[in-house]
C-alpha cells in the first residue's frame, strides 16, 4: 500500500527510477497509465512533449498522478513495476476484440500489447495505411522522422488513430491482431548476434595489448593494468561544511547513478592531464566489456579516438561512424542500424582525448537525424548532447584545458582522473618487473630520490622509468630530477636500443645523440608540424613529405595508431603526445632552420589568431623551404595552448646549463645556441612580470591576494626545468602578494617540485593556499624548500597522510615565518600527534593549527595536549570532524584550563559526551582566553549542558558557544538562560533544537533583548525556533 505521504517521500527515488531507463522504459510506463486509464488522453498529450528532458517530463507525470490521490500513486508504482517485469519479457500476448465497436478505445486499452506487435513492422503497416487512404503522406512522413525509434513510431502512429475518426484505429485494430508474434526481441536476430560478436572479437583484439615504443615487446593489459585514482568531482560550493574528501572510485563507478552534474545528459567525461592514464582507463573499460568481465550492461561498446576522428573530411552519419569507423556488419546492416537506433541505452560510444579534437565545442547546430551526413564535428557535438543516439552512454576523455563551460552543460557525471597512488607505482613495478631484486631496487631508487617519485605519479612517467630502468639502476648518483631529464634518458634508452648492442652500457653522450641527430630533427620537425596543425596522426604520405623513413620510424617513437578501421593501412602516431612536444622541442633548440625571434610564441601561449599568415597556413607543406621563418611561428601560434605548455618546459629544460655540453656538442654554431638560452630566459622572466602585473591591487584592509592564472603553473614548471637560481630570483623579485591561492590547479608532487624551487626566493613570506590538489606525501617533501617562505599553509584535501605531515613539522620547527597551517580533509592519524604536539611546544609564536576531519581519537588528541600545555602562543585549534570522544576531550580541556592565548577551539562532531562537557566546564571556569568554543554535532545531554552552564557562570571571556545538533532539551537551555543571566560577555549561544516555547521565548526575549547584540550575531533566539 501507498499512502501519498509516502509516495511524496519517495519522489526523488521514483524520479531517479524513471529517468534511469531510456525514454522507452519511460513511455511504456505512459502507455501503462493509459491503458488502465490513469491518464487522460488531454494528460498524456501533456507528457510527451519532444524535445524536453527526461527528468521535466518524470517530475511532471509524478505531479499528475498525485493530484489523482492514493489510487493514482499506487497505480504509478505498478507501472514502473509491470515496466520492469515486461522489460526482461519480450512479448506481452495481447487479447482484443478486432471487429470492436470503439476501436480507438480499445486501441487504449490494449496500448502496451499493440505497440509490442507493431513495433517490428510498423514500416510495412505504415505503407499499408497510406496505400488505403488512411494517413497522408505527410503524416507519415512525420511519423518517419529519423529522430524516432520503432516503438515511438508505432505509438505515434496509434495516437494519430485516436484523434482521427476515418477508420484508421478499426484498420490497426484489425491489423495488428494478424502481425506475427516474434518470440524474441530481433537482437536475437542472426545479423544483431554476427555483429555484436564480430565488434567484441575488434574490440577485444584492439585492447589486449598496450602499445609500446618498438613493437617488440607485447605488454599485456591485463598484466600490467593497475588502478589508478578516479574522483568524481562535485559541483564547488555544493559540498557542506562537512564535507569528505571524494572517495577513490572504481572503474565500475563511472555509470552509477550517483553524483549526477545533470541527469539528462549522456556524456560521462573524465579529464586528467597529460599522461594521467585517460586512454589506458578507456582502454581497460574496453577490455573488460569485450571479454564479458564487466559492464555487459552494454550489448555495443563503440571505441572512437578524437585525434583520429578529426581527420574524417567528408561528411558522415551516425550509420557511417559506427560502422565504416569502427565495426562494419557483414550482413543485414538496415536491421543492425535500426536495432541500435531502438536500444540506444544498450549502446555505449567511447571518444578518447577530446583536447586533441581540433574543433571547440559548440551547441549552434543541431543535427538529429541518425542517418542523413554532417561534418565529425556537429555528429560528434551532437551525440554528446544526446540530440542523437540519446540514451546511449558517451564517455569522454580529455585533459582539462579543454573542458568549457559550455560542454559541460552536457555532462552527466565528471571524473578527475589523478594517476598512480604511491602503492600504484609500486604495484605497477612489480606488475612490470617480475624478475627478482628489480622491482625492489627501482622503488628504493623512487623512495630515496622524491624528485623522480613526484614525477612516477603520473603514469606515463612510471612506465618510463620501468622502461630506463637498466639506466636508472647503472647510473651512480645524479638521477632524473626534471622532466627534460626523464625524455632525454628515454631519448638514450631507445638511441641506445636502436644502435649496436655494445653500446648498451654508455650513457647519452655526445656521439649517440650526434650519430642520429639527422633523424631526430625530421621527427622533431614532424612533430611541430603536427602540434601546429592539430595532427597527432600521419599517414604515409605526410611521412614521406616530412622525409620520415623507416629508418627514422624504427628508432620507436613512431608507433602504430591505436583502434584503426581493420584492413586499412596504418597511420602512425607517436608513441605519446609529450613525446611529440619533447622532439617539437628538440628540433626548436637544435634546427638550424630555427630563428631565434620565433621562440617567443612559445611563452606567449597565444590562441590562433586570424591573421594573413594564420589562414596561409594550412597550405604550407611541411619542408616549404621559403616559408621556413615564418612558418615556425605560425605553427606555434596555431598549437594548442597546453601542447605549447608542454613543449615550452621542455625547451627550457633542453636549454639549462646542465645540458648544455650535451647539446653543444651536436650544435654547429655554439653562439646559436646562446642567443636562443637567452631568449628563453628573457620571455620567461617577461611572461611571468606580466603575470604579476596583472594581479588586481588589495581591497582595502586586506591582504594583496592573487589567485594563480592558468599558465602561472607553466611558467613555474618552465623555470624549474631550467634550473636556474638566478632567473628564479629575479622572477619572484617583482610578485609582491601576501596570499598566493592555487586552489583546484592540478598541484601533484612536481608542480609542488617547481613551486618550492621558485617561492623560496621570495623575499616577503606568503600565505600558501593549496586547497584540493593532489599534493600527497611526496608533494609535501616538495615543498619544504620554500616552507621558509610561507607564513600560512593551508593544504586542505590533499591526500596527506602522518608521514608526510611528520616531514613537513620536522621542517617547519626551524622555519621561523610559519604561523598557520591547515590540514583539513586529508589521512592524519594519531600517528602524527608526537609531531604536532612538538610542534606547538616548541614553535612559540605558531597561531593557527587545522586539523579538522582526519582520524585522530582520544589517544592524539591526549598527546597533542601535551604539547599544547607548553604552548603560549596558538589562538586557532581545529579539531571538526575527528574521534576525540570524551578522554580526548578532557585532556585537551585540562591543557587550556590556564592557556594564555587561545582564542577559538572546534570541538565539532567529536562524540563527546557529559564528561568531556564536565571538563570543558571546569575549563571555562579557570580559562581567561577563550573566546568561541565549538561544540556542534556531538553528544552533549542535558547534564552536559548544565555543567557547561555552571562554567559560563564564572568565566568572563568566552563569546560564542555553539551547541547546534545534540540531545539537549529544554532543562539544558533554562540552565544556559540562568548561567547567562549572570554572565555579561557572552553574546552568542547557538541551539537547534525545540522547546515549548510557553515560558522560554518570553525569557529568552528579555535575554536577548538585554544583550549588546551586533547585527551579525545569531541569537539564541533565532536559532532554536528553526
Ligand atoms: N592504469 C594504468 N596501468 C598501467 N599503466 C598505465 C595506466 N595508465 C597509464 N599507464 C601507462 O602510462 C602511459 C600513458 O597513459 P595514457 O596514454 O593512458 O595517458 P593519457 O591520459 O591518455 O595521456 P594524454 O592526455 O596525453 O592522451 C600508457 O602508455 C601506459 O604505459
Ligand atoms: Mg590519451
Not at 488505403?132 to 508505432?154: H, N
Not at 607485447?218 to 600490467?224: A, G, P
Request: hydrophobic share 40%.
Amino acid at each position: 500500500m501507498c499512502s501519498q505521504e509516502a509516495f511524496q517521500a519517495q519522489r526523488s527515488q521514483l524520479v531517479g527510477l524513471l529517468v534511469s531507463g531510456s525514454l522507452e522504459g519511460f513511455e511504456s510506463i505512459l502507455d501503462l497509465l493509459l491503458s488502465w486509464e490513469v491518464l487522460s488522453w488531454e494528460d498524456y498529450e501533456g507528457l510527451r512533449l519532444v524535445g524536453q528532458p527526461l527528468s521535466h517530463l518524470a517530475r511532471r507525470l509524478l505531479d499528475t498522478v498525485w493530484n489523482k490521490g492514493t489510487w493514482g500513486c499506487q497505480k504509478l508504482i505498478a507501472a514502473v513495476q509491470e515496466a520492469q517485469d515486461s522489460s526482461q519479457c519480450p512479448e506481452l500476448h495481447g487479447c482484443w476484440d478486432p471487429h470492436s465497436l470503439h476501436p480507438a478505445q480499445d486501441l487504449q486499452s490494449h496500448r502496451p500489447a499493440i505497440v509490442r506487435r507493431l513495433y517490428s513492422h510498423v514500416e510495412g503497416v505504415l505503407d499499408l495505411a497510406l496505400e488505403q487512404g488512411f494517413i497522408s503522406q505527410y503524416e507519415c512522413d512525420e511519423i518517419r522522422l529519423p529522430i524516432f525509434t520503432s516503438s515511438q513510431r508505432a505509438r505515434r502512429l496509434l495516437d494519430l488513430a485516436t484523434v482521427k475518426a476515418n477508420g484508421l484505429a478499426a484498420f490497426l485494430l484489425q491489423h495488428v491482431q494478424k502481425l506475427p508474434v516474434s518470440l524474441s526481441l530481433p537482437f536475437e536476430a542472426a545479423a544483431c548476434k554476427k555483429y555484436m560478436s564480430k565488434l567484441r572479437t575488434i574490440v577485444a583484439a584492439q585492447s589486449r595489448f598496450l602499445s609500446t615504443y618498438d613493437g617488440a615487446e607485447n605488454l599485456c593489459l591485463e598484466d600490467i593494468y593497475t588502478e589508478n585514482t578516479l574522483e568524481v568531482r562535485t559541483e564547488v560550493g555544493m559540498a557542506g561544511p562537512l564535507h569528505k574528501s571524494p572517495a577513490a572510485l572504481g572503474l565500475e563507478e563511472l555509470f552509477s547513478p550517483n553524483g549526477h552534474l545533470n541527469e539528462d545528459a549522456d556524456t560521462v567525461l573524465v579529464v586528467g592531464e597529460a599522461g594521467s592514464g585517460k586512454s589506458t582507463l578507456l582502454q581497460q573499460v574496453h577490455l573488460l566489456w569485450a571479454t564479458g568481465q564487466d559492464f555487459q550492461e552494454f550489448l555495443f561498446v563503440f571505441p572512437f579516438s578524437c585525434r583520429q576522428l578529426q581527420c574524417v573530411a567528408r561528411p558522415l552519419s551516425v550509420m557511417t561512424l559506427l560502422f565504416e569507423h569502427c565495426c562494419w556488419p557483414d550482413v543485414g546492416q538496415q536491421d543492425v542500424f535500426q536495432f541500435l537506433l531502438d536500444h540506444p541505452d544498450r549502446i555505449l560510444l567511447t571518444f578518447d582525448g577530446f583536447d586533441e579534437f581540433k574543433f571547440k565545442f559548440t551547441d549552434h547546430e543541431r543535427h538529429c537525424s541518425p542517418t542523413d551526413p554532417t561534418s565529425v564535428q556537429t555528429l560528434l557535438f551532437n551525440l554528446l548532447q544526446g540530440n542523437l543516439l540519446k540514451n546511449a552512454r558517451k564517455v569522454l576523455t580529455s585533459r582539462p584545458d579543454a573542458v568549457s563551460a559550455f560542454l559541460r552543460k552536457y555532462v552527466r557525471t565528471e571524473f578527475n582522473l589523478k594517476g598512480f597512488s604511491e602503492e600504484g607505482i609500486e604495484l605497477y613495478l612489480r606488475k612490470c618487473h617480475r624478475e627478482p631484486g628489480v622491482a625492489d631496487r627501482l622503488i628504493h631508487l623512487l623512495q630515496t630520490t622524491s624528485a623522480l617519485h613526484g614525477l612516477c605519479h603520473l603514469p606515463v612517467f612510471s612506465w618510463m622509468v620501468s622502461k630506463c630502468h637498466q639506466e636508472l639502476l647503472l647510473q651512480d648518483g645524479g638521477s632524473p630530477k626534471t622532466t627534460t631529464d626523464m625524455y632525454l634518458l628515454i631519448l638514450q634508452h631507445f638511441l641506445r636500443h636502436a644502435s649496436l648492442p655494445d653500446s648498451a652500457s654508455q650513457g647519452l653522450g655526445p656521439s649517440l645523440l650526434q650519430g642520429r641527430l639527422p633523424t631526430l630533427l625530421r621527427l622533431g620537425q614532424l612533430a611541430l608540424w603536427g602540434l601546429g596543425m592539430c595532427c597527432y596522426v600521419f599517414s604515409a604520405q605526410q611521412l614521406q613529405a616530412a622525409q620520415v623513413d623507416p629508418d627514422d620510424i624504427s628508432l620507436g617513437f613512431l608507433v602504430q595508431a591505436q583502434g584503426v578501421v581493420p584492413g586499412s593501412t596504418a597511420p602512425l602516431e607517436f608513441l605519446h603526445i609529450t613525446f611529440q612536444c619533447f622532439l617539437a622541442a628538440f628540433y626548436l633548440v637544435l634546427s638550424t632552420d630555427v630563428p631565434t625571434a620565433s621562440l617567443r610564441y612559445l611563452f606567449n601561449c597565444r590562441r590562433p589568431g586570424s591573421s594573413p599568415l594564420s589562414r596561409l597556413l594550412p597550405r604550407l607543406c611541411v619542408q616549404g623551404s621559403e616559408h621556413k621563418e615564418s612558418t615556425v611561428a605560425a605553427l606555434l601560434q596555431k598549437t594548442e595552448p597546453h601542447n605549447l605548455q608542454i613543449t615550452a618546459a621542455f625547451l627550457a629544460g633542453l636549454l639549462s646549463r646542465e645540458h648544455r655540453d650535451l647539446l653543444a656538442a651536436c650544435q654547429a654554431s655554439e653562439r646559436s645556441l646562446l642567443r636562443r638560452r637567452a631568449c628563453a630566459r628573457w620571455c620567461l622572466a617577461r611572461s611571468l612580470h606580466k603575470h604579476f602585473r596583472s594581479i588586481p591591487p588589495a581591497v582595502p584592509g586586506e591582504a594583496k591576494s592573487m589567485h594563480a592564472m592558468p599558465g602561472f603553473l607553466w611558467l613555474i614548471r618552465s623555470l624549474y626545468e631550467m634550473q636556474e637560481e638566478r632567473l628564479a630570483q629575479e622572477a619572484v623579485r617583482g610578485l609582491n602578494v601576501e596570499h598566493l591561492k592555487l586552489t583546484f590547479c592540478g598541484v601533484g608532487p612536481a608542480e609542488c617540485a617547481a613551486l618550492a624551487f621558485v617561492l623560496r626566493h621570495l623575499r616577503r613570506p606568503v600565505a600558501l593556499q593549496l586547497d584540493h590538489n593532489s599534493v600527497g606525501d611526496i608533494g609535501v617533501e616538495q615543498l619544504l624548500p620554500c616552507l621558509g617562505a610561507c607564513k600560512a599553509l593551508y593544504l586542505r584535501d590533499n591526500n596527506i597522510s602522518d608521514r608526510g605531515i611528520c616531514k613537513l613539522i620536522e621542517h617547519a620547527l626551524h622555519c621561523e615565518q610559519l604561523q598557520k597551517l591547515a590540514l583539513f580533509n586529508n589521512k592524519l592519524t594519531d600517528g602524527c600527534a608526537h609531531s604536532v604536539a612538538q610542534l606547538l611546544a616548541c614553535k612559540q609564536n605558531f597561531l593557527a593549527l587545522r586539523l579538522g576531519n582526519n582520524h585522530i581519537t582520544a589517544e592524539g588528541a591526549q598527546v597533542l595536549a601535551e604539547g599544547l600545555r607548553d604552548n603560549s602562543s596558538l589562538q586557532f585549534l581545529g579539531f571538526w570532524g575527528n574521534k576525540v570522544g570524551d578522554k580526548g576531550a578532557q585532556a585537551l580541556a585540562e591543557a587550556l584550563s590556564d592557556h594564555q592565548s587561545l582564542k577559538w577551539l572546534s570541538l565539532v562532531g567529536n562524540n563527546i559526551g557529559s564528561v568531556g562537557a564536565q571538563a570543558l566546564a571546569s575549563m571555562l571556569e579557570k580559562n581567561v582566553a577563550l573566546e568561541e568554543l565549538c561544540l556542534e554535532e556531538n553528544h552533549l545531554q542535558d547534564a552536559g549542558v548544565c555543567s557547561l552552564a555552571e562554567g559560563l557562570k564564572r568565566n568572563s571571556s568566552l563569546k560564542v558557544l555553539k551547541l547546534s545538533n545534540n540531545c539537549i532539551t529544554f532543562v539544558g537551555a533554562e540552565a544556559l538562560l540562568q548561567a547567562l543571566a549572570s554572565n555579561d560577555t557572552i553574546l552568542e549561544v547557538w541551539k537547534r533544537e525545540e522547546y515549548s516555547r510557553s515560558n522560554f521565548l518570553p525569557r529568552l526575549n528579555s535575554w536577548t533583548s538585554a544583550q549588546p547584540l551586533s547585527p551579525l550575531v545569531l541569537p539564541l533566539s533565532l536559532d532554536c525556533c528553526t
